[in-house]
Structure formats: C-alpha cells, structure tokens
C-alpha cells in the first residue's frame, strides 16, 4: 500500500508556470504506476499525465502536450509534474494517483484505473 502526498499547487497567471510534487511513502512504490488526474468544478476527473514504474513510458492528454512533463524519482519516491504555458483551462483541483503493477510499463489513462489517491492540490490560473 502507499499513501500519497500532493503539493506545489497555487495561484498563477496564464502563461505562467507551476511544479506539482507528489511524495509517496511505502516499500513498493518503484512498482507502482503514476499518474496526474485533475478536476476542475463541475467536471468530471480528467487523466492529464502518467508514467509507468520505471519512467520509460509516460503518457499525457492531448491538450497539454507541450506544456506539461511528468517524471518521477523512485530513490526519492517522488512524482512530479512540471506544468508550463499553463491556461486559464487548466484550473482544477490535481490528484496523485497510483496503481500497483507487476512491473509491466503500463499506463493507465483511466482514473477509476487508479487505485491510491493523494488529497489534491488546487492550481488557480488567472487571467
């Protein structure tokens, strides 16, 4: 099992950029799969990035490809996603997510895929 900590969320401008953190904690994290889901009000959850266990395979949405990146450090137990250009769209609570693998480089773009979720972090992105 893991639990999942989000952070780096707050208020920016468009065009403006933002680093979310997501810290994990529990022994087999480096065989978990990761993602990004997010939720803007009113909306349903929404995939936005994942990345398989060992970082080779990662996958974004369409509408943020070339602004967003996701990584990961299994030393640090960490998953990041760096946001950049961001729009006034992309307002939204983000969610860390995680599932188990059997260290497959699967990514799974569904949330309810997702069996670990953090708290979530509100990005605001002003106009």
């Known amino acids: 099992q893991v639990q999942l900590e989000e952070s780096g969320g707050g208020l920016v401008q468009a065009g403006g950029s933002l680093r979310l953190s997501c810290a994990a904690s529990?022994?087999?994290?480096?065989?978990?799969?990761m993602g990004w889901i997010r939720q803007a009000p009113g909306k349903e959850r929404e995939f936005v990035a994942g990345?398989?266990?060992?970082?080779?395979?990662?996958k974004l949405v369409d509408s943020v490809k070339g602004r967003f990146t996701i990584a990961r450090d299994n030393g640090k137990k960490t998953v990041s996603l760096h946001m950049m250009s961001l729009e006034r769209e992309d307002t939204a609570v983000y969610y860390c997510?995680?599932?188990?693998?059997?260290?497959?480089?699967?990514?799974?773009?569904?949330?309810?895929?997702?069996?670990?979720w953090g708290q979530g972090t509100q990005v605001t992105v002003s106009t």
């Open positions: 529990g022994r087999t994290f480096g065989s978990y799969a």
């Open positions: 997510a995680g599932r188990r693998t059997d260290y497959s480089d699967t990514v799974y773009i569904l949330p309810w895929e997702y069996a670990y």
């Open positions: 990345i398989s266990w060992s970082g080779t395979t990662t």
